[in-house]
């Protein structure tokens, strides 16, 4: 069943109750995608997944960087120069270029092989993007607050998070409180149907406070494992959208002590530096633990996931490498630079994911 008839029957199903909330219950008959997978730390990863999805930031970044390196030994300070011309051009920033050159040169000293340079590089980048793993829920209900412009994936990224926590046996409930665009509500309908979350919404328009107030006492009464709200797609530069969300944080905090326990921001990788921006707005709106950078595998900008790290000191918790439920997969800071360093014949040799 495609979306648009998901989407037809979620709308055609909606039935209002109370004060306008109706709380919606899926459970899907089908088979999920990834559903008899264990935990979200626990999927394996498709052979030459990952590897095809950095395949346009390798070409920009690594194949450049090979060229640079393959003109042979010259003196170490014209190579930088010209290495930090091609990590500027994969979006990995002024600043976080300068942090990853400066060990390189103080490293190796006036000259260098390439081989040393390349290898002190990767080193480099692996130093700044590692980071902790998602925490496992480890209080109930587990409260994960999403956030994001519109536009970068979050709703589709909700679900598929929900279809990770689901598949490690966790029930899950979705709270729609994006109420200013009604195709928002239906589409996180479409993902409860899915993967079996329950759902709660409030009618287009509703304050958005009041749908999480509602959505949190129904996950205390029904005793769920997981809860995760969708926010509104607010533009970052709009402030009093930015108090909404602080509102809508203020709520969580009340309602369940110590929650939210997870603010994930969800960042496209192919705005490239923008995304940076967005990010150090948002943090002063809510105190953000992670960001789920999507659409890595559509842009040869994914250099700016390591200015992400650099500059915001936020982890990496998960990467959208495609639009399958099994794209959505938690950060490996190891098979993220193994796989972007790939040689081309080892790129060749990629298996079907």
């Known amino acids: 069943m495609d979306d648009w008839t998901l989407l037809a029957a979620a709308g055609a199903s909606a039935v209002a109750a109370g004060a306008g909330i109706a709380l919606w219950r899926w459970r899907s008959a ?5 559903a008899a997978q264990p935990g979200p730390d626990a999927i394996p990863a498709p052979a030459g997944r990952m590897r095809r999805g950095l395949a346009a930031t390798r070409q920009r970044l690594v194949a450049r960087l090979d060229a640079v390196l393959g003109r042979g030994e010259r003196p170490l300070d014209v190579v ?3 290495l930090e011309e091609v990590l500027l051009g994969a979006d990995v920033g002024v600043s976080t270029s300068a942090a990853l050159l400066e060990p390189v040169r103080s490293r190796l000293g006036g000259e260098a092989s390439p081989e040393a340079i390349r290898q002190a590089l990767e080193d480099g980048v692996r130093a700044i993007v590692a980071g902790p793993p998602p925490p496992e829920p480890g209080a109930q209900p587990w409260v994960i607050l999403v956030t994001g412009v519109n536009g970068v994936g979050k709703t589709t990224t909700i679900g598929k998070l929900a279809a990770l926590h689901g598949g490690a ?3 899950v409930l979705l709270v729609a409180a994006d109420t200013f665009r009604a195709a ?4 996180l309908a479409v993902w409860a149907e899915r993967t079996g979350a329950d759902l ?4 287009p328009g509703a304050d958005p406070s009041a749908v999480v107030f509602d959505g949190l006492k129904a996950a205390v009464a029904r005793r769920v494992d997981v809860v995760i709200v969708d926010t509104a797609g607010r533009l970052h530069t709009r402030t009093p959208l930015m108090e909404e969300l602080r509102k809508v ?3 969580i905090a009340r309602e369940v002590p110590g929650a939210p326990h997870e603010t994930l921001l969800v960042l496209d990788a192919t705005t490239g530096q923008n995304a940076i921006s967005q990010a150090k707005t948002f943090q002063g709106a809510a105190p953000l633990t992670g960001v789920v950078l999507t659409k890595l595998d559509g842009t040869a900008r994914g250099g700016v996931l390591v200015a992400i790290r650099h500059e915001l000191g936020l982890p990496i918790r998960y990467v959208g490498i495609g639009e399958g439920m099994e794209d959505l997969r938690v950060f490996d800071a190891q098979e993220f630079v193994r796989e972007l360093f790939a040689s081309s014949a080892a790129e060749g040799s990629a298996l079907p994911g």
């Open 184 to 187: 928002a509500i239906d589409q």
């Open 249 to 251: 944080a203020r709520v």
């Open 169 to 171: 046996g966790r029930r």
């Open 80 to 82: 930088l120069g010209e």
């Open 30 to 34: 089908r088979t999920l995608p990834g």
């Open 200 to 203: 709660v919404r409030h009618e």
